[in-house]
């Protein structure tokens, strides 16, 4: 296992949610910002900030075949990204997912 997919993993496994973002993207501002309306506790990795950005970006897309940020880890599990944290709030299940 290499250092970027270490450092991957253990964001994902030591925190009930994760977010790995772009501090210029839209659709994470949005899911950051419905997060935070819950005051749901996140670890945010902002990529185009982190030296290893690029690396870590692939490295998610290789593990979950999204490319697109916000990439979203909710008690391990891969939820997809704004759009997919969207419908669980409009559906009622982020509250469930998130207690």
């Known amino acids: 296992m290499t250092n970027i997919e270490q450092f991957v993993e253990e964001a994902i496994k030591n925190n009930k949610v994760v977010i790995f ?3 210029t993207c839209p659709y994470s501002k949005k899911a950051k910002a ?3 309306g819950y005051n749901i506790k996140y ?3 902002e ?3 982190h ?3 690029d690396a870590i970006q692939d490295y998610l897309a290789k593990k979950t ?3 697109t940020v916000p990439n979203i880890f909710i008690d391990q599990k891969h939820i997809g990204g704004s759009d997919e944290l969207t419908k669980l709030e409009g559906g009622g299940e982020l509250q469930g ?3």
Do not use: R
Request: without cysteine; hydrophobic residues 35%; charged residues 25%.
């Open 43 to 45: 670890k945010n990795i």
């Open 65 to 67: 075949s999204q490319k």
């Open 97 to 99: 997912l998130i207690a």
């Open 47 to 49: 990529l185009d900030t």
């Open 51 to 53: 030296p290893n950005g």
């Open 34 to 36: 419905l997060l935070d």
């Open 21 to 23: 973002t772009k501090s």
